[in-house]
């Protein structure tokens, strides 16, 4: 009985062990050259959470969006952000590390085109005022910019 039991408890560990380190281990997907489910400009996204954030999240958390905007911020650990100046709503782009020479050339004021994964959003309201929503996005990558 307890030699059963032993050995089932090393099984957990090992099985359990051999999961994490996949999980740990699997690559990142590279969405460079692959193909968005929508296009879509950063303002007109912003929009779509700030109107119905539940049908927005359907639409498009988990989906792969190329975004089209102007460069709000540039951040030196790798974040993007695009929106309107003077708006305090963004689109935080937080760029994939293998493509790093492409965004270290963007600046602030340009144009982009940036293709990367929605993954959430946060709006930040006070007193029933909306002080901003951000959608943010991973694995990101520049695909154009002026």
Not at 98 to 115: A, T
Request: hydrophobic content about 35%; glycine content about 8%; overall charge neutral.
């Amino acid at each position: 009985m307890k030699r059963t039991i032993i050995i089932v408890v090393i099984l957990v560990l090992v099985i359990g062990g051999w999961y994490g380190y996949r999980l740990y281990s699997d690559k990142n997907p590279d969405l460079k050259n692959s193909k968005p489910d929508f296009s879509i400009e950063s303002a007109s996204l912003i929009s779509a959470f700030d109107k119905d954030s539940s049908a927005a999240s359907k639409q498009y958390i988990n989906k792969i969006v190329e975004i089209k905007g102007n460069v709000t911020k540039v951040d030196t650990s790798g974040v993007i952000a695009l929106g309107s100046a003077g708006e305090m709503s963004t689109v935080e782009c937080t760029m994939d590390k293998r493509h790093k020479e492409d965004y270290m050339q963007v600046k602030e004021g340009e144009q982009v085109s940036i293709k990367g994964r929605v993954t959430g959003f946060k709006s930040e309201t006070m007193l029933d005022i909306n002080l901003g929503t951000t959608v943010e996005m991973n694995f990101c990558t520049v695909q154009n910019h002026k």
